[in-house]
């Protein structure tokens, strides 16, 4: 967790200069015409061997106090000054910082992080790292350059909507591959489960699993209706009838529309039968 004076400096920001203790204040400026300035807070990320296996000690520069338009790209080239970039980790908080599966989805398991965000910066040798904190003595950074613009405005959201269009095939292709893996992994376990039925452990206790004659199947539509109405039955036979007042007025009045209902049905009947006789002695 960041001491309270940090957690201010990365939600406001710090003129250069007025760091928190530990910490190296780079001035950025989003792009030449701008005159204001942004303060980003670096220092070199230091944990316990073997707590953090995604961003390695020494060769880890953390940041804080990340806009929301300076992505992973931005950063990557900020820092190429300073040495090689191997890899930029952009989070919501500050966390232990586990080697996460690299994402292959092109359509599932993307989070959209909003506000402002704290970054790893891994670089290939451990003087990167020196080197980037050495940049506050240089003036301001500009996130967006000509060779390098990032969109903001109609641009961007003109760029977010065409790559929020799923093209068909591509994203079926991806279903099936995905379904391919999940149908092999699913066959290597049950091979696997088959292979050790029956046989002990190492304190000789034998798994006894349940197996029914016939496998189970997905169910339809109409067996969903037939358990929610079973259900429905079940909970009706729970409640208590003509117990409250209201449940005994209800129950008046759906007696009395009911003979009301019937008594015109049977005048209908009468007169329908009346008209429908042959011998009218009058």
Same mark, same amino acid.
């Given at each position: ?14 003129? @250069? ?17 701008? $005159? ?10 230091? &944990? ?29 080239r900020l820092f190429s000054r300073c040495g090689h970039v191997q890899s930029v980790d952009i989070c919501d ?20 992080? +909003? ?13 990167? &790292? ?12 500009l996130i967006s350059t000509e060779s390098h613009p990032v969109k903001t405005g109609i641009s961007k959201w ?12 591509? #994203?079926?292709?991806? &279903? ?29 206790? &034998? ?24 259900? +429905? ?6 409640? #208590? ?15 009395? @529309?009911? #003979?009301?209902? +019937? ?7 009468? %007169?329908?039968? $009346? %008209?429908?006789? +042959?011998?009218?002695?009058?």
């Open positions: 967790a960041l001491p309270r004076a940090e957690k201010m400096a990365a939600a406001t920001g710090c003129a @250069a200069g007025a760091a928190p203790a530990g910490y190296t204040a780079l001035a950025v400026k989003f792009a030449e015409r701008q $005159r204001s300035q942004h303060c980003l807070l670096v220092k070199e990320h230091q &944990v316990r061997e073997g707590t953090d296996t995604a961003h390695p000690p020494r060769r880890t520069l953390f940041v804080l106090n990340v806009p929301p338009y300076c992505g992973p790209d931005s950063l990557s908080k500050p966390g232990p910082g586990e080697k996460k599966d690299k994402l292959t989805s092109k359509f599932f398991d993307h989070k959209t992080l +909003k506000g402002f965000q704290v970054a790893y910066v891994v670089f290939r040798k451990p003087a990167a &790292v020196q080197a980037a904190k050495a940049l506050s003595q240089q003036g301001p950074l003109i760029a977010s909507y065409e790559a929020s269009i799923v093209d068909p095939k591509e #994203l079926k292709a991806e &279903v099936d591959a995905y379904m391919q893996d999940y149908d092999k992994k699913m066959a290597e376990e049950e091979a696997k489960a088959a292979k050790e039925e029956g046989v002990p452990d190492e304190e000789g206790w &034998v798994k006894v699993t349940r197996k029914g004659r016939k496998p189970g199947l997905p169910r339809t539509e109409a067996a969903n209706l037939r358990v929610l109405e079973k259900e +429905k039955r079940k909970r009706a036979r729970k409640e #208590l009838l003509n117990f409250y007042a209201w449940q005994h007025r209800e129950t008046k009045r759906e007696h009395i @529309a009911q #003979l009301r209902k +019937k008594f015109e049905e049977d005048k209908q009947r009468i %007169a329908l039968m $009346r %008209a429908q006789r +042959k011998f009218r002695p009058y």
